[in-house]
């Protein structure tokens, strides 16, 4: 029972020390920087990355783009342009009542939709 006493003690002792005082800033810094140094060693020795690629959007533009005028086309690109815009998009025009569109018909607004889920 002392045992579970102490350890409690030394637990609370090193989480106030941890949590309200900055003492251990710097030994938490310096063990971060050696984790990220030992990394960088080892994807130098390996000399691979991973590197992640999205081919949905080419992919999805093509199958898009044989429907859509070129006044539509322009407009998809626009909004396949960034991320933020294409889920701008999703959220105003995807999801529930689908407002008018300025460019899109109502039509291709439903089968893009239904292309992006």
């Known amino acids: 029972m002392r045992g579970w006493v102490i350890l409690g003690l030394g637990v609370g002792l090193l989480y106030y020390v941890a949590t309200e ?26 000399g691979t990355t991973a590197i992640k690629t999205n081919d949905k959007i080419p992919q999805l533009k093509r199958e898009i783009a044989e429907r859509l005028s070129p006044n539509e086309l322009s407009t998809l690109d626009q909004i396949l342009s960034s991320p933020s815009s294409l ?31």
Do not use: W
């Open 87 to 117: 889920q701008r998009f999703k959220e105003e025009y995807c999801s529930g009542i689908t407002p008018k569109h300025d460019s899109l018909s109502q039509e291709n607004i439903y089968f893009v939709c239904d292309k992006l889920n």
């Open 21 to 46: 005082t900055n003492k251990l800033d710097e030994p938490i810094a310096q063990s971060e920087a050696m984790l990220e140094e030992t990394i960088r060693k080892i994807q130098g020795m390996t």
